[in-house]
């Protein structure tokens, strides 16, 4: 079939604008490009907290002042601390405690802590003062012999009219004499009693000397009843012939009638 040009023509140009129309149509924009993602940071740890500060917290001397051979009580207390020592031969303590001390003479006294805080030191003093000089000793005792200490303390026994029988009251003063005979001769062993027999003055001379034999030996009986030595004691009767007052009268007739402890010669 024969193509007419001039249709042929037109439907190349036809053609032409279709394609021309469809170019000239809005332009799709691009799709946006994606973002870099951000770099991740790794993860780390919390920090570790910081170690607590070793220190010491009080370390005291009580009392700060003594005399020789007195003690001071030491105290302490100590936070944050694995080493803990004093010093003057101490050596390792405890956190929290108290040491008695015997100076004897001014000491210082040092506590060291140490721990993963640091360390911390701190010192006291115990000041020692020597004791008072003591007083010198008293001076002994007089010295005081057997036979002043017999004349001294020694007791009579005294006697009824022309009796030589130990009454009551001439029992007491015996025993009290038998004592004192008794600290004489352990201090003195070379020492000697005489116990003298004495009347009043009534009667003849030979039979108040006869009484006062009598008067002696009973004195010297009982005596050697309470422990004391017959050897150390001896008797003698003076009669009516030393009497010690000379009134007429029953009250001193009764001072006369008497045995009386004299040292022995």
């Not at 150390?232 to 029953?250: F, L, N, Q, W």
Request: hydrophobic fraction near 35%; proline fraction near 10%; charged fraction near 25%.
């Amino acid at each position: 079939m024969k193509i007419n040009q001039r249709t042929l023509g037109a439907a190349v140009f036809a053609s032409m604008l279709l394609v021309s129309a469809a170019g000239c149509g809005k332009k799709k924009a691009p799709a946006p490009t994606p973002a870099p993602a951000a770099p991740v940071k790794p993860v780390e740890p919390p920090p570790e907290p910081p170690a607590l500060t070793t220190r010491i917290n009080s370390f005291t001397a009580e009392p700060r002042t003594i005399e020789r051979g007195q003690s001071a009580t030491l105290r302490w207390s100590v936070a944050n601390a694995t080493d803990i020592s004093i010093d003057q031969n101490i050596g390792a303590i405890a956190a929290n405690g108290n040491r008695q001390v015997f100076p004897s003479n001014t000491a210082t006294y040092t506590l060291t802590a140490r721990g993963p805080g640091g360390a911390d030191t701190r010192s006291v003093t115990v000041e020692v003062s020597a004791p008072p000089a003591p007083p010198p000793p008293a001076p002994p005792p007089p010295s005081v012999s057997g036979s002043d200490l017999l004349t001294r303390e020694a007791q009579d026994a005294y006697f009824d009219y022309d009796k030589s029988d130990i009454r009551e009251d001439a029992r007491q003063a015996l025993t009290r004499d038998a004592e004192l005979l008794k600290r004489i001769f352990a201090a003195d062993r070379t020492f000697t009693v005489v116990i003298e027999g004495h009347c009043d003055e009534r009667g003849s001379a030979e039979y108040n000397l006869g009484l006062g034999d009598r008067r002696a030996t009973a004195a010297k009986e009982f005596l050697i009843q309470l422990g004391v030595p017959a050897d150390r004691v001896t008797t003698i009767s003076y009669g009516k012939d030393r009497p010690v007052c000379t009134d007429a009268d029953e009250g001193c007739y009764q001072r006369n009638r008497r045995a009386h402890l004299a040292p022995g010669k």
